[in-house]
């Protein structure tokens, strides 16, 4: 497994929760580290991205200002902090790496993916 996502539950609306995930050896640097969810029904969507310099990050408008994401390339360790949670936030969580550390908002730039975390927030 070449990126594990982990740290997903079932909170209520308000809460935080705080995802991370870990990239194995195999993923070398430099690499931006992307956030994607997928709702049922729905299809998958950007949430965050952070760049291997760890300051050049981007968000998605429905995330902006209540979602930031952090990174510790020592650890190999990206973290999605996920404040003021609310319903419409439910989803499988994924992460996923960009060897040419782009920093995009497209799947299709990705390289690696993780097998997922899910998140419920009930109302």
């Known amino acids: 497994v070449q990126l594990q996502a982990s740290g997903g539950g079932l909170v209520q609306a308000g809460d935080s929760l705080r995802l991370s995930c870990a990239a194995s050896?195999?993923?070398?640097?430099?690499?931006?580290l992307g956030w994607f969810r997928q709702a049922p029904g729905r299809e998958r969507e950007f949430v965050a991205v952070i760049r291997w310099n760890g300051t050049s990050t981007y968000y998605a408008d429905s995330v902006k200002g209540r979602f930031t994401t952090s990174r510790d390339n020592a650890k190999k360790m990206v973290v999605l902090q996920m404040n003021s949670l609310k319903p419409e936030d439910t989803a499988v969580y994924y992460c996923?790496?960009?060897?040419?550390?782009?920093?995009?908002?497209?799947?299709?730039?990705?390289?690696?993916w993780g097998q997922g975390t899910l998140v419920t927030v009930s109302s």
């Open positions: 050896e195999r993923i070398t640097s430099p690499y931006a």
């Open positions: 996923a790496a960009d060897r040419t550390d782009r920093g995009t908002s497209r799947s299709i730039d990705y390289d690696y």
